[in-house]
């Protein structure tokens, strides 16, 4: 019998599967070799959809074009205000045209808009806009003034002897002089009557004579910045007071205002040049008639407005550019302006309630005039002033809403922060339970911990920061919507995902960091939300709405795709073979995608797949993707195929087509290694 030969046991590579059924954001800090399974290293136009899983973003439609470039959206009463170029539009009819054409900020006050562009301030009252000077408030700076002179009456009694009798006062005019009820002849000198002949004995003389007055009169309010008028109010005692001399000269031609308290209390408005006459140079106003003794004892009865320009001043307000509503006990019911060219480290405040009124010593300056305030966020009841550059190495200064026993407030500094400086003017940004902002480094919180500290080091943007910080981020724009934090540069629209944290080795400093996603195709000048919808205006004046269930921008297709990290095994010195490839995606009514593998540097497309994702929804019915399936639950897809002698491959997954949808819930991969790899 022939000798049987044996070969002993063919090995076989045993099967293995790699799975990823759990997603987070994009990694673009990582090497290519520590990005977890679970992001992806390239994936342009994606979010996480309610459970963390990748997602294709919405398109967006253009609701209107303006013609110019949008430089901001505010919203009041249910009116949408676009500052597009030069002017600023309400519901799409023009209301303004003399605007800087720069972005430019507004905050809600009671039911009015105030808008700051770092030309002119405005107030927008839902019916028309107008300069903020021309609604300003006008302070009454003094109270209980003194005319300049005043009539009075001295009895005096005869001797029989004398023939001097001196004043207490010295008058500046003796109007009349009676003894006995009858007019004599006398003569004022050195503060004394002098008469010819000496008064009977106990004869009544009566003098009336006209005596000057000290100004007097109380402070009561500041002068306000933003308006050249202002009040005075005199107590008119005697009922002869005729002339009155405010406390500024050198009044501007605008009209003086008068108005003297009748008999029943009322305010009666007097006419200037029938009722009195203005002396401008010299600020004194002169009536026709004395004014009558004050109905109210003690009580002022005359208020004269008057206007001057005061240089500069109105410029502080109006160069403004960045606003913020702040008050104490967390309440936003002053807005604080800073940004102005000429006063880089100075901010002002209004009066609570009425950003009308800007008095003049409302203001502050932070740290040496080579100091700029950038910006401002508000940390745990305190008022946040990003400066740079750092002063002595302290980027924050943190102001506390204080009230004294008049209840008078005001905002002292209480602490510095050191840390990374702030680099854009329009990145601050309230998220969650956190201020957000950019710096040099990427994006920075400052936490309520912070505030017991001196330093800060909340990094939250590790995954992004390699990219990020190549941006020119002083040109950058943040907004809110929903729960990302949106950062517009460069073309780009940088997302944070605020309700996805994780703890990054990169950054131990840092309580956590944001998942983050990338959306291309589109340039966002400003971005806003309004209902939880994102909207934005470009740079060529169109304003954009983002669609719920379109997928294209203005009728163009979308790109977007997640790649894998690379698959290299568990040998990465060893061939694979690749036997099948599973993906768990979710079903849309019109869905495409297209599988596409990398090996030696070029993608090649493996699969694609349409009618097997889709269903049928009339809100969009297509008769070219027509389907009678009802099934709106993710599939589940396979693809035979056999990839071998490979050390490493990339997988993406791309869906790029107009109005079609993708989502990602599950990938995986069967294969086997063996072998040692040779090029």
């Avoid at 839902?126 to 009456?153: F, H, M, Q, W």
């Avoid at 983050?516 to 340039?523: I, N, R």
């Avoid at 993707?625 to 639950?633: A, I, V």
């Amino acid at each position: 019998m022939p000798e049987v030969l044996n070969f002993g046991r063919v090995s076989v590579p045993a099967g293995k599967v790699l799975e990823v059924t759990s997603f987070a954001g994009i990694d673009l800090s990582s090497a290519p070799t520590d990005v977890s399974r679970k992001r992806s290293p390239d994936a342009p136009n994606m979010m996480p959809d309610s459970l963390g899983n990748p997602i294709k973003r919405t398109g967006f439609s253009v609701l209107e074009n303006y013609g110019a470039r949008i430089n901001g959206s505010f919203s009041l009463g249910g009116q949408r205000i676009i500052h597009a170029g030069r002017s600023l539009f309400v519901d799409g009819k023009e209301y303004w045209s003399t605007m800087v054409d720069d972005i430019s900020s507004g905050q809600v006050i009671g039911d009015k808009l105030y808008i700051f562009d770092g030309f002119e301030a405005l107030c927008f009252d839902g019916n028309e806009v107008v300069p903020l000077r021309d609604t300003a408030y006008i302070p009454t700076v003094l109270i209980s003034k003194n005319a300049d002179s005043a009539e009075k009456e001295t009895v005096l009694e005869g001797d029989g002897l004398s023939t001097e009798f001196a004043l207490e006062e010295t008058a500046d005019e003796i109007i009349s002089v009676t003894a006995e009820g009858l007019s004599t002849e006398y003569a004022y000198e050195d503060g004394k009557i002098k008469f010819g002949e000496a008064p009977a004995e106990d004869a009544k003389i009566i003098i009336k004579a006209k005596y000057a007055m000290e100004p007097g009169g109380s402070a009561k309010e500041e002068f306000n910045l933003i308006s050249p008028r202002w009040k005075e109010s005199f107590l008119c005692s005697t009922g002869t007071e005729k002339s009155f001399t405010l406390s500024k000269k050198g009044l501007c031609g605008a009209p003086v205002r008068a108005f003297v308290m009748d008999e029943n209390g009322e305010w009666q408005e007097k006419t200037e040049n029938v009722d009195f006459t203005a002396d401008r140079e010299n600020g004194k106003i002169v009536f026709n008639e004395a004014v009558p003794k004050t109905p109210v004892t003690g009580e002022d009865n005359l208020v004269i407005e008057a206007e001057k320009f005061f240089d500069g001043c109105a410029e502080r307000i109006n160069g403004c550019r960045k606003s913020i509503a702040f008050d104490s006990g967390g309440t936003a019911a002053r807005i604080f302006v800073c940004g102005n060219k000429s006063e880089p480290n100075r901010d002002y405040w209004c009066m609570p309630g009425d950003p009308t009124y800007w008095p003049d010593t409302y203001y502050s300056e932070l740290g040496s005039s080579e100091v700029s305030i950038i910006g401002y966020s508000i940390v745990d009841g305190y008022l946040a002033s990003h400066i740079s550059p750092a002063f002595d190495g302290r980027s924050i200064v943190l102001r506390k809403a204080e009230t004294d026993e008049n209840g008078n407030a005001s905002f002292p500094v209480v602490k510095y922060l050191q840390g990374e400086e702030a680099v854009s003017a329009n990145s601050f940004i309230y998220m969650e339970k956190e201020p957000l902002f950019l710096t040099g480094r990427g994006v920075y919180a400052v936490t309520a911990q912070d505030v017991s500290g001196e330093k800060y080091t909340q990094n939250r943007s590790f995954y992004i920061n390699k990219e990020l910080c190549k941006e020119n981020l002083k040109d950058a724009f943040c907004a809110k919507w929903k729960q990302f934090y949106l950062i517009s540069v460069g073309g780009k629209l940088y997302l944070l995902d605020t309700s996805q944290k994780s703890y990054e080795r990169g950054e131990p400093l840092s309580a956590a960091q944001y998942e983050c996603y990338l959306w291309k195709g589109f340039d966002a000048r400003i971005l806003w939300e309004e209902e939880g919808v994102l909207f934005f205006g470009d740079g060529e004046g169109r304003v954009c709405r983002f669609s719920e269930n379109s997928y294209s921008d203005d009728g163009k297709a979308i790109e977007a795709y997640w790649t894998f990290p690379d698959f290299a095994g568990e040998d990465f010195w060893r061939n694979k073979t690749i036997r099948t490839v599973a993906i768990q995606a979710a079903a849309y009514p019109l869905n495409k995608l297209r599988l596409e593998l990398r090996t030696g540097g070029i993608w090649k497309v493996l699969k694609e797949w349409t009618d097997r994702l889709s269903f049928f929804a009339w809100n969009a019915f297509s008769w070219k993707d027509f389907t009678w399936s009802g099934n709106s639950g993710p599939r589940t897809l396979t693809l035979k195929t056999k990839i071998k002698k490979f050390d490493r491959a990339g997988f993406r997954i791309v869906c790029d087509e107009k109005d079609k949808a993708f989502g990602l819930c599950g990938f995986a991969l069967e294969y086997t290694e063996g072998g040692r790899f040779k090029r």
